[in-house]
């Protein structure tokens, strides 16, 4: 398939689409709805299932039980929605079924803006609803790495029964890039949905799908399953990319957006003739901590970059374990830092990298 | 928890000897062997078994997919025996939406009590018969919250006493209480509403009627359906369980009026 101009609401959309997504439930948030606008279009005319819910906290559990019955289901939103979505969340967490969910954020918090942001990290990353659990959190820089991410999700869900979200902003969402979008996949038959799914005890004990264990000793049980999850997610899961980091003395850490905006300024600093590298987490859970550890090894100074008032920061000092001097830049609110002004934090970091 | 194991339906024993045996009281297949951890004189156990039997008699117990709520009910799943989601609190109507508009060939139905489906889950539950969702609901409204220990739903009387409202339920604080049947019957997606009452055999009789009623709107695919079931909470009332009966009767038909609310053409036929 050859490359088209597609917005990034639309490509995720038509992305999901194409991975076999058989239910899209969602409610109208800025800057997202083009999303949910594409579905409403192109599913019925696949005669697959879209419906616009009452609200998010009902969009979210129909997406619970769409995925009980053993579906390839999601939906998407922005930062207020997504904080109504979170009981729904929790609860499919909670019974391992596999979900898909494109958080595109924006400034807060409360009603904010609708501009972009990434103040929802901590949120998203740490789980955001009740009880322990970690969803795989997906942070892509580009239009196509969003169709590519969510495309993966799915497959992500499915294989260890879990809720992943792809973690984007507004600027991601709202803007045209050339992307290629993946084939058309087959959407699968009622006869192969999962054995654990809802589809009615047809010679065969009830299938039941519940959060609840009223045993204390029973819910330790299946939260120990949950962290044996984690472990494995986090073996296998991990992903990340860099750039100019071989020689560097100053290492700049930045996601998503931020992440697209600091290699900007890594390249003009290049030009400068300055050392600086850059390390774009991709996965956000799982956290690429041992690699951040191994590349601050190899520089003096570090720089995080963020749309946020410091949410990431925190994760990169885990991963560093004060090998390096860590600074923070970030802008909230919904304003998108400028190339340059990155750029003046890294001649300002690079000037005091011995300190 | 599924045994399998079944209990015939008539034991027909010495019919030669003009002396016939007749069991007429058996396990509905749709009931799992579990013993439910129910008060004594709670009519959950009713309405499970009307449910139960209804589901045997339509012979749709493989095809149906049952959404427990948060409350008295919320094992319900351990009783019947059939697929079964449970939900988050006031959820089930967008759960099962979830489930129906994936699986139409299933046959869709929620089980909720008061503060679940007319305080928590009100949204959703008026959503649901907005759209026509095509499901089953029942609801189990017994005028308080069993589970968290009796306090005061959307459903109390004005003047009742809970562990929330104890001096009664003031109006001028709490407003008044909210009646479903005569709310949703109001939604054109609503295609069967109906309020009966589980404290005397007839109308636990006429309760079965129209839970088979609700079922077959479902399997018709003509919309909404909600049976609303007049039940007791002897425990949390504070009353035995003959009394709560007659409690029922004498207060909660009055505030809450049996009868058919909205009934489509199809099934009024």
Known sequence: MAKELLKGNVAFAEAAIRAGCEAYFGYPITPQTEALEHMAARMPELGRVFLQAESEVAAINMVYGAASAGVRVMSSSSSPGVSLMMEGISYIAGSEVPVVLVDIMRGGPGLG???????????????????????IVLA???????????TESFDLAEKYRTIVIVLADGSLGQMMEPAELPPMRP??????????????????????????????????????????KQKQIEANEQRWKTLEIEDAQLLLVAFGTAGRIAQSAVKQAREAGMKVGLFRPISLYPFPYAQIHEAAGRVKRMLVVEMNGGQMVEDVRLGVEGQVPVGFYGRMGGVVPLPDEVYDQIEQAYEHREA | MNTGKRKPEVETTMAEANLVESLIYAKPQSLTEVGTHYCPGCTHGIAHRLIAEVIDEMGIREQVIGVAPVGCSVFAYNYF???????????????????????????????????DLASIGAAEILHAAGRGENITVVFINNAIYGMTGGQMAPTTLPGQRTSSSPLGRDVEVHGFPLKMCEILS????????????????????????????????????????????????????????????????????????????????????
């Open chain 1, 113 to 135: 803006n609708i501009a972009p942001s990434q103040g929802d990290y901590n949120q998203i990353v740490k789980g955001g609803g009740h009880g322990d659990y970690r969803p």
């Open chain 1, 187 to 228: 959407v699968r038959k009622v006869s192969e949905r999962p054995e654990w799914a809802l589809t009615g005890a047809h010679g065969r004990a009830p299938n039941i799908i519940s959060s609840i264990y009223i045993d204390p000793n029973e819910e330790e049980v299946f939260n120990l399953k949950l962290m044996e």
């Open chain 2, 81 to 115: 025996n059939m697929d079964f989601a449970e939900a988050a609190h006031g959820r089930a109507p967008a759960m099962a939406t979830g489930i129906k508009r994936v699986s139409p060939d299933n046959l869709v139905f929620t089980y909720q009590g008061d503060g």
């Open chain 2, 186 to 269: 109001q939604l054109e997606g609503a295609a069967y509403i109906v309020r009966r009452s589980l404290h005397d055999v007839t109308n636990i009789r006429k309760s079965k009627k129209a839970l088979r009623q609700a079922f077959e709107v479902q399997r018709q695919g003509l919309g909404f359906a909600m049976v609303e079931l007049l039940s007791s909470c002897p425990t949390n009332w504070g009353i035995n369980p003959e009394d709560s009966l007659t409690w029922i009767e004498e207060h909660m038909i009055p505030a809450f009026p049996l009868g058919d609310y909205k009934i489509h053409p199809a099934i009024e036929a």
């Open chain 1, 140 to 150: 892509p820089a580009t239009v196509q790495e969003l169709i590519d991410l969510t």
